[in-house]
């Protein structure tokens, strides 16, 4: 790691850039992709499956047949784990419900707000270097909470066409409705488009490599919404002379063995502490089997030191981090001052594999200093909140001036008309519905 000391605020901005990858070099790859699934359907998905996973497949579709198979094959001990972390994702996600209840904005006029699913959605989970069943349980979880009519999940096969046990096993947990055998830029494609046999979606959600992130961003501009803008994932770590260097290091490396392109950056207020940090690094990093993966993210990553807790602050805000963890002696009084950060976790004892796994709490999460306008998945990415109102003949009399004049203004006459018609009709009109007054 790149140890740097005191940096001056203009070079702020050069200190906290991240290893992104420009995937709008990909736009063209990825759209001929995009443009043959949605010509060609299954056909072409499968094309791209034998092509990008070395496998042919004859029916894309997981069977019921293969799930109960996957269940066998999953130990107790995990499935006990992937419970315990069921129960907290949901009762956290859970307590995200609620309505605006109706309120009378004026007398005659009511005003209510209503979270209503949306009925279709699809998530797509990598396979690439690790099985990320949590990911699973991450997307389906709140997709069931909400009540989503139809939940897809795609996520690709290994060379022999099969599906991670743990994967298949969460999905029916997260009570995924059906789940398919495609991976990459096709298996966007085919919930953005639907094909013979893969519904199309309304939504998209889900982590992936640099094809599946252009892939996402291509189809959202007509097609199909999707979570958020997706990167490499990162980690920030804050600390004074109270923490313990093993914890710091731990959480550092826990995010470098995600991938190559991941990136840790540790902000110290205590220059004694990098020292301790760099040797417990290199000591904790050779005993990981993806150590490889750990060691080529750390030359992406950074130690900097600075004078005060103010201005790791400042920085923090500007960086923008996915994860952020805060291990100072007064770690509260430092998060109430965090405005940018995808998810915060705070004192020696709150690992971020915690937030990862079962705390509760959504791990999909804004990257890439998207956290400046973005939030993490969570129970209203399932629903659109959608806003109704009745208003009596009271109502409309009393809201009639400022509607006229205002439709006037700007020249929208019809607008206008809509009110004046309703004032001058002599026999007022009966109310058709009822009043959903509460």
Known sequence: MQVIKYPSREDWATILARPTFDST?????????????RSHGDNAVKKYTEQFDKVTLDNIEVSKEEIAEAEKLVSTDLKQAIEMARRNIWKFHSEQQHDLPE?????????????IAIQKVGLYVPGGTAPLFSTVLMLGIPAQIAECNEVVLCTPPNKEGKIHPAVLYAAKVAGVHRIFKIGGTQAIAAMAYGTESVPKVYKIFGPGNQYVTAAKQLVSLKDVAIDMPAGPSEVEVIIDET?????????????AEHGVDSQSILITVSERQVEPVLEQIELQLEQLPRKEFARKALENSKIIVL?????????????????????TRYYMGVAANIINAGSVFLGNYTPESAGDYASGT??????????????????????????????????????????????????????????????????????????HRR
């Open 307 to 327: 004078k005060t807790l103010e201005e790791a602050v400042e920085m923090t805000n500007e960086y923008a981090p996915e994860h952020l963890i805060i291990s």
């Open 25 to 37: 070099s990909l736009f063209d790859t990825v759209q001929k992709v995009l443009d043959d699934v």
């Open 243 to 255: 923490a313990n260097p093993a914890f710091v290091a731990a959480d550092l490396l826990s995010q």
């Open 103 to 115: 309120i009378q904005t004026s007398p005659g006029v009511y005003c209510w707000q209503k979270a």
């Open 362 to 435: 959504n791990h999909t999460l804004p990257t890439n200093g998207y956290a400046k306008a973005y939030n993490g998945v969570n129970l209203d990415s399932y629903v659109r909140k959608v806003t109704f109102q009745q208003i009596t003949q009271e109502g409309l009399t009393n809201l009639s001036n400022a509607i006229i004049l205002m439709a006037e203004n700007e020249e929208l006459m019809a607008h206008s008309n809509a009110v004046k018609v309703r004032l001058n009709e002599e026999k007022p009109v009966e109310e058709r519905y009822s009043s």
